[in-house]
């Protein structure tokens, strides 16, 4: 789609915001250009995961160098580009990608064990004047480690994730926005599309904060389809709803905020939307990951819509679950005594 109302400084060189994310993707991680993340991030960068935050752009060629050399024939494949202006020159990107590939070298997660994996990684990048200046990466890590035929719990024990140190704004760093469709972390939203804005912030606060699963009909198509963690999809509105209750019934007092909203349109897919969010409560309901002993847990995730009539015709929700075990794992020590802590806390074999 032509960007004519965006500064071309924003995604310069490139001719268009999608061939910006698109080829430097490539670049680093088809091509191995590692060292020229530089020219893409900003010295300075923040980056938030799952399982901490990062300052500075030498933290990402390190880790950049490491994963690569681990798994140098993994591909991913860009599906969808969803992307607003934040400015004269800025703009966020929601950069949805498929993975697919093995391990090739050594990796925290354990050797290489010669079977390949499915994944989704969904990158939120907020880019000023060509340059990524805060990016928030969101991976399934759950079907990367059990598709390259690891074990998740044991990779939790061998890496528990404390975040409790972050405090209450936890891997955000600031008091969630009040009004996403307006403003959210990545800056202010145009006015353009604010009625699929507030679809998708109501989907959130009206159904999923409030547990108003009865509204499902309200916001999902009859035929609705829904990829999420662990390569599982779902179909239909009892699909979705039934999904919904499992998404939350471990964290039973979960508070649920959204963090950003991005809505594009263009003629060959539509109009999508895609939604940043958090998630933070206690491991005290369903024992989902194990006995639940109301551990603390926080969730970064984000939720693509493509939309259809009003509502939504598919969702790709995408969030690692093998962070929230590394977190409960985290919490379980914590209460521990010395002699119940585990033997060996190295990385699992």
């Not at 990158?123 to 060509?130: G, M, N, R, S, W």
């Not at 491991?283 to 639940?292: S, T």
Request: hydrophobic share 40%; net charge negative; aromatic share 8%.
């Amino acid at each position: 789609m032509p960007t004519e109302s965006l500064d071309p400084r924003a995604y310069a060189p490139y001719p268009t915001v999608e061939e910006y994310i698109l080829d430097w993707t490539d670049r680093i991680w088809a091509d191995g250009a590692i060292g020229d993340i530089p020219g893409m991030y900003a010295p300075d960068i923040v980056v938030r995961t799952a399982t901490g935050v990062g300052v500075g752009v030498e933290p990402v060629v390190r880790g950049s160098l490491a994963k690569k050399a681990a798994f140098v024939h993994r591909i991913g494949v860009g599906e969808d580009v969803i992307w607003e202006e934040r400015g004269p020159s800025s703009f966020v990107s929601h950069h949805r990608v498929l993975h697919t590939g093995g391990q090739d070298g050594p990796w925290s997660y354990g050797p290489p064990r010669g079977v390949p994996a499915v994944s989704r990684n969904l990158p939120v990048c907020l880019v000023q004047d060509a340059m990524v200046t805060e990016e928030w990466v969101v991976r399934d890590e759950w079907a990367v480690a059990e598709g390259l035929g690891h074990d998740p719990a044991a990779i939790a024990v061998g890496q528990p994730a404390d975040l409790t140190g972050l405090g209450e704004a936890g891997l955000f760093g600031r008091p969630a926005p009040d009004d996403p469709t307006s403003e959210g972390d990545s800056g202010r939203r145009p006015a353009a599309h604010a009625a699929e804005a507030t679809h998708v912030l109501a989907l959130w606060r009206d159904m999923i904060e409030r547990r108003r699963f009865d509204l499902v009909a309200d916001f999902y198509a009859r035929d609705t389809i829904l990829h999420t963690s662990r390569n599982r999809t779902v179909t239909r509105q009892d699909g979705v709803r039934a999904d919904l209750l499992g998404f939350l019934a471990p964290f039973p007092d979960a508070r649920v905020e959204v963090r950003d909203i991005a809505v594009h349109a263009s003629p060959d897919r539509g109009t999508r939307a895609s939604v940043l969010w958090r998630l933070a409560g206690t491991y005290g309901g369903m024992p989902l990951y194990g006995p639940a002993g109301g551990e603390a847990v926080e969730v970064m995730g984000v939720s693509q819509y493509e939309l259809e009539g009003g509502r939504v015709r598919r969702e790709y929700r995408v969030f690692d679950e093998l962070a929230v075990l590394a977190q409960i794992e985290a919490g379980r020590r914590r209460t521990r005594t010395p002699a119940e802590q585990p033997a060996a806390a190295g990385q699992p074999a």
